[in-house]
């Protein structure tokens, strides 16, 4: 379960490490387009992820670039380290 933005910009980076199209990842995550255009947008400017396009112009690809990639092991890290509750 989602619980916060940086918690969907995570899942957003996870589910992109090898690439995955638009409406599959809009299925995955159960977010409205607008939502999902929203964070897709904000990810490229920060340069999180990259959007290909295949020759035919049709197909868009969204992949983690290496700085999303960081991203996700800081967050993982901070996740682990505190937010993970020891018994």
Known sequence: ????K???VAAILDSC???SSKQSLKDKLDITSGLFDE????L???NLVSILIDKSGK?????TTERGERFLELYDSIKTRYLTTKI
Do not use: P
């Open 17 to 19: 490490i090898n690439g």
């Open 39 to 42: 964070y897709l947008q904000m």
């Open 1 to 4: 379960m989602l619980e916060g």
């Open 6 to 8: 940086v918690d969907l």
């Open 59 to 63: 197909s868009e690809s969204i992949k």
């Open 44 to 46: 490229s400017s920060k």
